[in-house]
């Protein structure tokens, strides 16, 4: 069975980086692992999705590593503004079934 | 705008009761998914649509129906409500589902609960 893995929190302080691991270990080789961030009351907000090499944009960065079996998500430095639940997902089958990890609540302290 | 919007924001219906929500996208994307969220469940995927008038079921789709006449439009209708429907329901969209390499867009979601 597909199956996608997260830690349940992770803390950090302000202006420090945080490291938000997934571990998806049955990915198939052509299916982009994305990951997306849910601030309370609202719905799930894309962050970044990648295929086998690392990504980057102006929210996060997105580590895959070699065999694909797991991703970090990055945050440089995070803000009071990145305390969320963060999902990892990936495709797992051709009709639109995204598997989605139960996800990370990252705690940001002043 | 351009987005997804879902309506209402907030619903409370009493159990056999019928009930729809609404999901509005002006991207003219073609696939469009309803999600649950429930404690300790995670988002499940209900049914989706991959072009109009062409839908299937996920994960969890009993209870429900779905239409998609329109490629901006993909009601999700609770033929009988029952308290296990009680839960936050989002509805998002893609342009591309190949591999994947198109992010999903996610509306603000919708409170239902069933008394």
């Known amino acids: 069975d597909a199956k996608t893995t997260q830690p349940n929190s992770m803390e950090s302080n302000e202006e420090e980086p945080v490291h938000l691991p997934c571990n998806h270990s049955t990915i198939s080789g052509t299916d982009y692992i994305h990951w997306y961030r849910q601030l309370p009351s609202q719905g799930p907000e894309y962050v970044i999705h990648?295929?086998?090499s690392n990504v980057n944009n102006r929210m996060a960065s997105l580590a895959i590593a070699e065999d694909r079996k797991s991703s970090t998500l990055i945050l440089h430095r995070a803000t009071l503004r990145d305390a969320a639940v963060y999902y990892c997902a990936w495709l797992t089958d051709s009709w639109g079934k995204f598997q989605f990890g139960a996800g990370t609540q990252v705690v940001v302290t002043p | 705008d351009a987005g997804i919007t879902q309506s209402p924001r907030y619903k409370i219906t009493e159990t056999g009761r019928q009930v729809t929500l609404m999901c509005h996208q002006t991207?003219?994307?073609?696939?469009m998914f309803w999600y649950r969220q429930d404690l300790g469940h995670g988002l499940r995927l209900i049914y989706y649509s991959a072009a109009a008038d062409i839908t299937d079921k996920g994960e969890v789709p009993d209870g429900y129906v779905v239409s998609r006449s329109k490629t901006e439009n993909f009601p999700l209708t609770l033929e009988s409500a029952t308290r296990s429907q009680t839960s936050v329901y989002f509805c998002?969209?893609?342009?591309?589902?190949?591999?994947?390499?198109?992010?999903?867009?996610f509306g603000n979601g919708t409170r239902l609960t069933v008394t």
């Open positions: 998002a969209s893609t342009r591309l589902m190949t591999g994947a390499n198109s992010p999903l867009h």
């Open positions: 990648g295929l086998t």
């Open positions: 991207w003219s994307h073609s696939y």
